[in-house]
């Protein structure tokens, strides 16, 4: 199994970001999937999943209403839409797969290589 995020970047505060997740040697919409972040102070938080089959998404109360987690390609893309950025954003954001396909995913079995997002004006 293999994840690879990409789409991080600079972006000003109140701006928007979209990261993608590709995958190979797993079908997605067979496991929850989705997406946790690394602070710059090495706190690590679940933010957005989304269960297997694409069954409902679950976020985390800092992200709520502004990021969206969905499956562009049920089997092999996962996407995360982030408006609305703020500093208290900037982070390595990672996705993830995890075999037991509830939510939210607490040890992920699976961990793609991260991408970061700097949010400053």
């Known amino acids: 199994v293999q994840l690879q995020a990409s789409g991080g970047g600079l972006v000003q505060p109140g701006g928007s970001l979209r990261l993608s997740c590709a995958a190979s040697?797993?079908?997605?919409?067979?496991?929850?999937v989705g997406w946790f972040r690394q602070l710059p102070g090495g706190k690590r938080e679940g933010i957005a999943f989304?269960?297997?089959?694409?069954?409902?998404?679950y976020y985390a109360d800092s992200v709520k209403g502004r990021f969206t987690i969905s499956s562009v390609n049920p089997k092999t893309a996962l996407t995360l839409q982030m408006d609305n950025l703020q500093p208290e954003d900037t982070a390595d954001y990672y996705c993830?797969?995890?075999?037991?396909?509830?939510?939210?995913?607490?040890?992920?079995?699976?961990w793609g290589r991260g991408t970061l997002v700097t949010v400053s004006s």
């Open positions: 040697g797993v079908g997605l919409d067979y496991y929850a």
């Open positions: 993830v797969l995890d075999l037991l396909h509830e939510i939210p995913i607490k040890y992920p079995s699976y």
């Open positions: 989304i269960g297997d089959r694409g069954g409902a998404a």
